[in-house]
């Protein structure tokens, strides 16, 4: 199987679940879930949830098991947008293509949007029928989403806009505002998979190479980022080098990580 | 004791819990951190974290079982008033004789601090030992927090600016936005005492009423909501009633519920 059909087949999976969890288009009030769905159902690439669902799979556990965590991490990926979207921070007028939420309604909605994606991410985590697992999954991912991880980064590169940063500051800004996510993104499919505790930090090892190496790329196809301390062809040595760290850490998983071997090489050859 | 200095020392201890948990102003980023506690630590009457101990009390958990609770139900509180104060909502310059958040720091600082108190405030509850226990205060606060909760009642107060309102609608805005919060506060000090089903469910519905109350007292000192629909004495009698039906869900506790009665009586009586 090619790894842009598993890609494909996992995201439709995630987007059924994802339209059965939402309260309905027309629930009231239906605003609020028209702006939600919009962001929602716009054309991500649902890469963090895809991750979610490889990485229990590389811990033996189907999709089922996974989802919920898939789809909440998704949604805390599209509140972010979402607010950084807005006229405060980059007020962007187009996001894939389409007008941004707060273009499309407006800023208030887009802002209470933002505000009850990440809510509605806490309760279908809290709705693990195991409470052990919930209790883990929201402390580990409110941690990421948090001011020690992307809110956090995102504070930092508001603040950079203003003053010059050096590699460290991006660094930190890559690793917290974009990694945090994508680790715990692979750390979830484990807790989900009731991995053991070695399973676990491995592929939040991976997730964490991985979150980085996006980074880079996504700045090689910007220009932004990295490349303003660093040559293309040297920023794409980074990332190789990054996605091989990644890697690595899959060794104890031998074939049944496979996947995610694979889309460590999407991620590093990924285009526009 | 009068009611006034239990409200006063249980205020003081859910500032002195919150100081301990939220990160310390020089966390970096520190920014953040410093935009959080300005708005956590302002002078705000704490009516629902004293809920939370109060209800815990008459349940015959003491304190230190109900305050991470209560910690995150305020928590929530703040990032509300947070984003309402932003310009796309009430644009409000002041809050209790203070600049607003955005004002004394900027709107992206805001937004995100607000973003980071509502994250922050799973993470606590989530930290509670027992597992059960956190998931099911993440799913009732979640719930209550959320589009068919708090969100809910402020996206409709937001479009009613536009459109005349009439009683149906006021009602569920006072019942979503500022109703749910306070019913979860009364109804989480009970989970945190693991009280029986049915003293959970007085509790909740003793918050229900008195959220109510509390609302229709507000908009007597303001001169909104309500006060459109009826004349003060009448507002003052619905005051009364919906304070009576609160108290008489407090039956089956008998003297334990003393304290709940006399909270009850002083959010009737308070002044500005």
């Given at each position: 199987?090619?790894?842009?059909?598993?890609?494909?087949?996992?995201?439709?999976?995630?987007?059924?679940?994802?339209?059965?969890?939402?309260?309905?288009?027309?629930?009231?009030?239906?605003?609020?879930?028209?702006?939600?769905?919009y962001s929602v159902?716009g054309?991500?690439?649902?890469?963090?949830?895809?991750?979610?669902?490889?990485?229990?799979?590389?811990?033996?556990?189907?999709?089922?098991?996974?989802?919920?965590?898939?789809?909440?991490?998704?949604?805390?990926?599209t509140?972010?947008?979402i607010?950084?979207?807005?006229?405060?921070?980059?007020?962007?007028?187009?996001?894939?293509?389409?007008?941004?939420l707060?273009?499309?309604?407006?800023?208030?909605?887009?802002?209470?949007?933002?505000?009850?994606?990440?809510?509605?991410?806490?309760?279908?985590?809290?709705?693990?029928?195991?409470?052990?697992?919930?209790?883990?999954?929201?402390?580990?991912?409110?941690?990421?989403?948090?001011?020690?991880?992307?809110?956090?980064?995102?504070?930092?590169?508001?603040?950079?806009?203003?003053?010059?940063?050096?590699?460290?500051?991006?660094?930190?800004?890559?690793?917290?505002?974009?990694?945090?996510?994508?680790?715990?993104?692979?750390?979830?499919?484990?807790?989900?998979?009731?991995?053991?505790?070695?399973?676990?930090?491995?592929?939040?090892?991976?997730?964490?190479?991985?979150?980085?190496?996006?980074?880079?790329?996504?700045?090689?196809?910007?220009?932004?980022?990295?490349?303003?301390?660093?040559?293309?062809?040297?920023?794409?040595?980074?990332?190789?080098?990054?996605?091989?760290?990644?890697?690595?850490?899959?060794?104890?998983?031998?074939?049944?990580?496979?996947?995610?071997?694979?889309?460590?090489?999407?991620?590093?050859?990924?285009?526009?």
């Open positions: 199987m090619k790894i842009e059909d598993y890609l494909g087949r996992k995201a439709a999976r995630v987007e059924k679940e994802m339209d059965r969890l939402l309260p309905k288009l027309k629930a009231y009030p239906s605003i609020i879930h028209q702006a939600m769905r159902f054309d991500g690439k649902r890469i963090r949830p895809v991750l979610v669902l490889a990485a229990a799979e590389a811990c033996g556990a189907p999709d089922r098991r996974a989802l919920a965590a898939a789809c909440s991490i998704e949604f805390i990926h509140y972010s947008l607010h950084d979207d807005l006229p405060c921070l980059d007020n962007d007028n187009l996001r894939r293509g389409r007008p941004t707060h273009k499309k309604f407006d800023e208030a909605q887009a802002l209470l949007a933002g505000d009850a994606l990440l809510t509605f991410a806490f309760e279908v985590l809290a709705g693990y029928r195991d409470p052990r697992m919930a209790a883990r999954l929201v402390t580990e991912i409110s941690r990421a989403a948090g001011t020690y991880g992307m809110i956090g980064g995102q504070v930092v590169d508001k603040l950079s806009e203003s003053q010059p940063v050096n590699l460290p500051v991006l660094d930190y800004i890559n690793v917290n505002k974009t990694g945090k996510l994508i680790r715990v993104s692979c750390l979830a499919g484990a807790i989900c998979a009731v991995a053991p505790v070695r399973s676990q930090r491995a592929l939040a090892t991976y997730g964490e190479y991985l979150g980085l190496a996006f980074q880079i790329v996504d700045d090689i196809m910007d220009g932004n980022g990295y490349m303003q301390f660093m040559s293309e062809s040297q920023a794409r040595t980074k990332a190789v080098e990054l996605t091989e760290k990644a890697k690595q850490a899959l060794v104890p998983f031998g074939r049944r990580a496979e996947i995610l071997r694979r889309l460590a090489d999407a991620i590093l050859a990924r285009k526009k």
